[in-house]
């Protein structure tokens, strides 16, 4: 079964600091992990994803997660935050690479109100 | 392009009225999805369309009532709601790629039931 762990459900940083959402998976076979993002009043939009090639991802918007197996861990950060990053943030990981999957669900994380103090 | 549009943005209904969100993608996507968010929580699955085919219904009440004309539609038509369905739906579209099968996101229907 797959599972999706946000710590913290809300994270604060000054403009400029570095940015880190923390996520932890659980996947009886090898994940495909993304990061979603969700203004007021929107809908997701995808951030970057990771499906086994490269460990460490590149996003938009000057995002980027790696993923750490041993850690079971996908953690997103930027190095500098921005007032515009403001916003919700999803983690989320797919059965979509399970033999026995046809469906590819997604599992969410409870989410991550990220909040960019001037 | 990644766009999936939804219409309308904004929906008010009462208890006995019937309306219906619209959702349509164009890019060749084979499978979509309705997912109903509430304030503050993560979107929760709703119904899976692959191929044209219901393929998952997550124990939706019967006044919800998926509906995929084509490939490219999906609507959901809905009847005697109730004022806590209020909240946004949206709609998602994947392409079924045995690589990634990354799901993409519509701006959602605000729905409000008085």
């Known amino acids: 079964a797959q599972s999706v762990t946000q710590l913290g459900s809300h994270v604060s940083v000054s403009e400029g600091a570095l940015v880190l959402l923390r996520c932890n998976y659980s996947?009886?076979?090898?994940?495909?992990l993304f990061w979603y993002v969700q203004y007021p009043n929107q809908g997701l939009q995808l951030l970057l994803k990771?499906?086994?090639?490269?460990?460490l991802v590149k996003g938009i918007n000057g995002f980027e997660a790696e993923f750490k197996k041993s850690e079971t861990s996908f953690h997103l950060t930027k190095p500098s935050a921005h007032m515009s990053d403001a916003a919700e943030y999803f983690c989320a990981v797919s059965d979509g690479s399970d033999r026995g999957s046809t469906l590819g669900r997604l599992y969410f994380g409870r989410g991550t109100q990220l909040t960019v103090w001037p | 392009d990644t766009e999936v549009t939804q219409t309308p943005k904004h929906l008010v209904m009462g208890m006995t009225n019937k309306k219906s969100l619209k959702c349509e993608q164009h890019?060749?996507?084979?499978?979509m999805y309705w997912y109903k968010q509430k304030a503050k929580k993560p979107p929760e699955l709703m119904f899976v369309?692959?191929?044209?085919?219901?393929?998952i219904n997550e124990s939706v009440p019967s006044r919800f009532s998926p509906e995929c004309p084509n490939s490219s539609l999906l609507n959901l038509h809905l009847h005697a709601l109730q004022p806590e369905d209020s909240a946004l739906y949206l709609c998602?579209?994947?392409?079924?790629?045995?690589?990634?099968?990354?799901?993409?996101f519509g701006p959602g229907t605000r729905l409000t039931v008085l």
């Open positions: 996947s009886s076979v090898p994940p495909y």
């Open positions: 369309y692959s191929y044209e085919k219901l393929s």
């Open positions: 998602a579209s994947s392409p079924r790629d045995r690589d990634t099968d990354t799901q993409y």
């Open positions: 990771y499906t086994s090639a490269a460990t």
């Open positions: 890019m060749g996507h084979r499978a």
